[in-house]
C-alpha cells in the first residue's frame, strides 16, 4: 500500500522538472495590402514575440558532428485553398552561439524578429472576410531543455504594415518589374527599420491584447492568493464542493455504486481500503495527470485529451466491458501466469491495480466540466508555476473525491443486510443497464468530435427509451441473467421500482418531440446536431459571413447565433448593441445545461434578444475551432467551457461569467451590458 501511494505521489511531482513551460507566443500577420487579386503576389510580414528567457533556432537546416543538429524554423500557408508561398522568404539575421548538446555552433532568434513572406493569391482575397492562416512552425528553448517542436499560428489581419504604402508604390511605378527588384525594395534599410517598428508595434498591441480582460474565478483565485496558502487551501476545497453540483458528476454515481458492488462479492477485500485507495487514486490522477499534461501540453492539454475521440471511445468501451460483466457474461481478471506472480509479490495488488484504473476514468471523465477553478490551476501550471496548482487540485479533488469514498464503501453495507444475494444479483444487472446508457454519452461525445452525424439527439433518446424499458420488465421479471435467481412473484418494492423506471422512458419519450429534459439535456447532444454536422462538411471560411450588412440582422431581431468573433464585433458596433460571446465546446456537459436550462428560461431569453450573440466552439482539433480556444486563452487568460463575455459596442469588455445555476446571477451578468445601450 506503501509503495502505491509513493508512487503516486512521484506521478505529481515528476512534472515539477518540467514546469518552465511553452510562453506566451505572440504572432502577427500583417499584409502589404488588403485586397488582393488571385495570381497576385504580395508581402506578409510575420512579426514573432517570444519572452524571456525562450528562443529558437533559425530557418536554416543546421548539422552537427554527429548527423544530429536543432529543429529549424518553417514558414507555412495553413489555409492552402487560399494562397501559397511563393519565392524565398525573407529571415532576419539570426544570432549564434556554441551550443554544447549539439556540439556545435547554432543559428537562434529570441525576443522579436520579423520573416517576409511573399504570398501568392489563388483567387481574390479580401482580408476582411477571407481567413489566411500563417504558422510559424518552431522549437521552444530554454537554458535548461526544450519542449517539441509545433504550429503557432496567426490570421492575417485587415490592416497593412508600416511602408507596405511605399512598397506598393514602388512596385506600381514599373508593371513589369522582376522579383529581384522586389527584394532590393523589401531589402532598403527604410523598409528593414519600418518593420522594425511594424514588429514593435504589433508586440505591444498583442501584449496589451493579451492583457484586456480577467475571467471573474481568476479574479477570486487571485484574491485568495494574496490572503495565503490556507484562505487558498480553502478557496480550493469550496470550489470541490461547488463542483459536485455540475452534470458531468452524475454519471459516474451508478458506475462507482456498480464497481463496488461486483468488488464486494469478493472474500477478502476489505471495502474501506478500497474506498481510500479509489479516493487517493482520484486525487493524485486528476492532479498528476492534470498538471503533467498542462505541463506537457499546455493549459488545455488535459481538456483536449478527454475530449478526443478516441479517449471517449476508449472509455465507452470500458463501460459497455463492465456492464457485460455485471450481466454474468464473463468474468475481468487479470491471465492465471500473471495472477499467481502477482499473488505471490502482494495478495491484492491486481485488485488495487482495478481501483486505480476504475479512478483514472473518473478523473477524466470529470475533466470537461470540473471549471473554473481547475481551468485556472492548469493555466497557472503551463505558464511554470507548480506549487499553488498542485495544492490547489489536491484540495479540490479531495473534496471532490469524498462522497465518492463514501459511495464506494456503501455497497460493503448492503452485502451485510439479510437476504441480500438475490436482490444484490438485481442491483448488479440494473447498473450495468446504466453502464450502457453512460457509454452511450462517451460515444455521443466522439460523434460529436469527429462529425459521423449518426448519434442525433432523437436516437440518442430512443436508444435511452429502450434501456429503461429492458430495466422495466427486467425487475418485473420477464427475463433473467444466469447468475439471476428465479422470481417467484413480484412485490411491492418490485412495482415501484418497474413504476419509476417506466415512468422515465415515458419522459424520455417527451424528450424526442422538443419537450425539454431539465437535468438530462446536459448529457444530450447540442440542440443545433444538425446544424454542426451540415457546418462540418463546409470549410472553415464559409462559416464566417462576409459582412455586416449580409447578416441582415436589425435592432430587433437577433436571435442568430455568428460563428465569427470578428463579424459578431463588427456588427456589435454598427447596430449599437452589445456582444454576448459564448466560448463552448461540443463535448462539454455543462454547456448543454446552460445552454438548455438558463438560456431558456424567459428572463434570460428576453434579455438575450438585446445582444448580437456569438458562439464559438473551442474542443476540435481543426480550423476555426483551434483558433478560437487560442483566442479565449490569449484574451482571456483561461480555458473554461463555458466561459461567457459580454463587449460593449465600442470594444470595451465588461465582465465575464461561467457554469451558474443562479438564474438572478446571470441576469445581473447580462443586465451589465444591457445597460450600455441605455442613453
Known amino acids: 500500500m506503501r509503495k502505491i501511494l509513493i508512487l503516486l505521489m512521484m506521478l505529481v511531482f515528476a512534472g515539477t522538472n518540467v514546469f518552465s513551460q511553452t510562453p506566451n507566443i505572440k504572432i502577427t500577420a500583417l499584409p502589404q495590402k488588403t485586397e488582393v487579386k488571385a495570381g497576385e503576389i504580395i508581402n506578409v510580414q510575420v512579426t514573432v514575440n517570444i519572452p524571456k528567457p525562450w528562443y529558437t533556432y533559425s530557418t536554416k537546416e543546421q548539422i552537427g558532428p554527429e548527423g544530429i543538429g536543432p529543429t529549424q524554423t518553417e514558414i507555412n500557408v495553413i489555409t492552402e485553398n487560399l494562397a501559397t508561398i511563393s519565392g524565398k522568404i525573407k529571415a532576419p539575421k539570426p544570432k549564434s552561439k556554441h551550443d554544447s548538446g549539439f556540439n556545435m555552433k547554432v ?100 501584449e496589451a491584447e493579451s492583457t484586456i480582460a480577467k475571467t471573474e474565478s481568476q479574479q477570486q483565485i487571485e484574491d485568495k492568493r494574496k490572503e495565503g496558502v490556507f484562505s487558498f487551501l480553502w478557496f480550493a476545497m469550496g470550489a470541490g464542493a461547488l463542483a459536485l453540483l455540475t452534470p458531468c458528476v452524475f454519471p459516474m454515481i451508478p458506475i462507482t455504486v456498480s464497481f463496488f458492488t461486483k468488488r464486494a462479492e469478493k472474500t477478502g477485500s476489505s471495502s474501506v481500503k478500497d474506498a481510500f485507495v479509489y479516493a487517493i487514486g482520484i486525487m493524485f490522477t486528476f492532479t498528476g495527470l492534470g498538471i503533467l499534461l498542462a505541463a506537457i501540453f499546455g493549459a488545455t492539454g488535459i481538456r483536449d485529451f478527454a475530449a478526443n475521440g478516441w479517449v471517449n471511445m476508449f472509455i465507452a468501451a470500458i463501460f459497455i466491458i463492465f456492464a457485460l460483466n455485471l450481466f454474468g457474461a464473463f468474468e475481468i481478471q487479470l491471465p492465471t501466469g500473471l495472477m499467481n506472480k502477482l499473488d505471490k509479490k502482494s495478495g491484492e495488488t491486481s485488485g488495487i491495480i482495478s481501483v486505480l484504473l476504475m479512478a483514472l476514468t473518473f478523473s477524466i471523465t470529470s475533466f470537461t466540466c470540473t471549471v473554473p477553478f481547475v481551468g485556472s490551476a492548469l493555466i497557472a501550471a503551463s505558464g511554470g508555476e507548480w506549487f499553488y496548482p498542485i495544492l490547489g487540485m489536491i484540495g479540490f479533488s479531495g473534496v471532490f473525491a469524498f462522497p465518492f469514498f463514501l459511495l464506494a464503501i456503501f455497497p460493503s453495507f448492503m452485502k451485510k443486510l439479510p437476504k441480500s444475494g438475490g436482490w444484490m444479483n438485481n442491483i448488479k444487472v ?133 460563428k465569427d468573433y470578428d463579424q459578431g464585433i463588427a456588427v456589435g458596433k454598427e447596430k449599437g448593441l452589445p456582444i454576448f460571446v459564448d466560448f463552448t465546446g461540443f463535448t462539454c456537459t455543462n454547456c448543454r445545461w446552460m445552454e438548455q436550462n438558463m438560456f431558456k428560461r424567459a428572463e434570460i431569453e428576453n434579455r438575450m434578444k438585446g445582444f448580437v450573440k456569438v458562439k464559438l466552439y473551442t474542443d476540435r482539433r481543426e480550423e476555426p475551432y483551434i483558433s478560437h480556444k487560442k483566442m479565449q486563452q490569449e484574451l482571456y487568460g483561461s480555458i473554461e467551457l463555458p466561459l461567457y463575455v459580454i463587449i460593449t459596442p465600442d470594444g470595451e469588455h465588461l465582465g465575464t461569467k461561467t457554469f451558474t445555476r443562479d438564474m438572478q446571477e446571470f441576469v445581473d451578468f447580462l443586465d451589465q451590458g444591457l445597460a450600455t445601450t441605455k442613453k
Open 107 to 206: 543559428e537562434y532568434y529570441e525576443g522579436t524578429f520579423v520573416f517576409n513572406v511573399p504570398i501568392k493569391a489563388k483567387k481574390d482575397l479580401n482580408f476582411s472576410k477571407d481567413k489566411l492562416v500563417i504558422a510559424v512552425y518552431m522549437q521552444l528553448c530554454d537554458t535548461a531543455r526544450c519542449l517539441p517542436p509545433e504550429d503557432y499560428k496567426a490570421t492575417v489581419a485587415n490592416k497593412v504594415y508600416k511602408g507596405a504604402e511605399l512598397e506598393q508604390d514602388n512596385s506600381t511605378a514599373n508593371v513589369n518589374i522582376d522579383s529581384a527588384a522586389v527584394s532590393n525594395v523589401i531589402d532598403t534599410n527604410a523598409a528593414i527599420s519600418d518593420t522594425n517598428a511594424a514588429a514593435d508595434n504589433a508586440s505591444e498591441k498583442l
Open 430 to 562: 440494473v447498473m450495468g443497464f446504466l453502464e450502457i446508457a453512460a457509454a452511450i454519452k462517451f460515444i455521443s461525445n466522439a460523434d460529436l468530435v469527429w462529425s459521423w452525424g449518426i448519434l442525433s439527439k432523437e436516437l440518442f433518446l430512443a436508444i435511452w427509451v429502450i434501456i429503461c424499458l429492458l430495466v422495466m420488465v427486467y425487475i418485473l421479471g420477464f427475463f433473467r441473467f444466469s447468475h439471476d435467481s428465479k422470481v417467484e412473484g413480484v412485490s411491492a418494492s418490485r412495482v415501484i421500482w418497474a413504476i419509476f423506471f417506466g415512468s422515465i422512458s415515458f419522459y424520455l419519450l417527451t424528450g424526442m418531440f422538443g419537450k425539454t429534459l431539465g437535468e438530462l439535456d446536459a448529457f444530450l447532444p447540442p440542440a443545433e446536431y444538425r446544424e454542426i454536422m451540415e457546418a462540418s462538411a463546409l470549410s472553415s471560411s464559409a462559416l464566417a459571413v462576409s459582412s455586416a450588412k449580409d447578416l441582415n440582422i436589425t435592432e430587433n431581431d437577433v436571435d442568430e447565433w455568428l
